[in-house]
């Protein structure tokens, strides 16, 4: 939101207050190596996601895809949830060795034109709120009596999805 309202008002104030030296075609490369700089200190900041252990595994899952993907195998012991962004991408997330944390453990996930498969053991209890805007997210995981779940144990699965897909199916 933030950056809409930065480019709106970056267009409007010289229109307001009359800036005739003010041309827009000199400054918006600028405002890309800004932006450019921005992301990258942004990302260095959470370059080692919380909770992330020396062989590897790590507790909180932190993945972007920008036009690609690929697949991440979860092993983590202890894993509390964490977020996915995919633009033009996406990626398939196999928590065959993973276990849940106690309590409510969240993914927070945005997919535009993108999306991904989160392969999710039978005993763990997955509960999805997804808004769908020209795309879906749909629970294809198949269902088996014998099968327990720990209601400590609660893997939440959020966020949007905008003319993209993703899915949760069974291990």
């Known amino acids: ?3 809409l309202i930065s480019i709106g008002a970056f267009f409007l104030i010289p229109e307001i207050l009359d800036l005739q030296w003010f041309r827009f075609r000199m400054y918006w490369p600028l405002l890309l190596i800004i932006f450019g700089f921005i992301y990258i200190i942004r990302q260095r900041a959470h370059d080692t996601p919380m909770g992330e252990k020396p062989d590897g595994t790590a507790d909180f899952l932190d993945d972007t895809n920008v036009f690609g ?3 991440a195998k ?7 949830g964490g977020k996915v962004t995919a633009i033009f991408g996406g990626s ?5 060795g993973a ?4 309590g409510n453990n969240v993914i927070d996930l945005f997919y ?6 989160f392969h999710v053991p039978n005993d763990w209890t997955v509960k999805s709120d997804v808004t769908a805007i020209f795309g879906g997210f749909s629970d294809k995981r198949r269902t088996s009596i014998e099968s327990s779940t720990d209601p400590n144990k609660i893997l939440y699965i959020k966020g949007i999805v905008i003319f993209g897909g993703g899915e949760i199916k069974s291990v």
Do not use: V
Not at 74 to 80: H, K, W
């Open 1 to 3: 939101g933030w950056i």
């Open 74 to 80: 979860i092993t983590s012991p202890n894993f509390r």
């Open 69 to 71: 993907g690929g697949d």
């Open 99 to 102: 276990q849940l944390s106690e």
């Open 112 to 117: 535009m034109f993108g999306g991904g498969t």
């Open 92 to 96: 398939n997330y196999f928590f065959e």
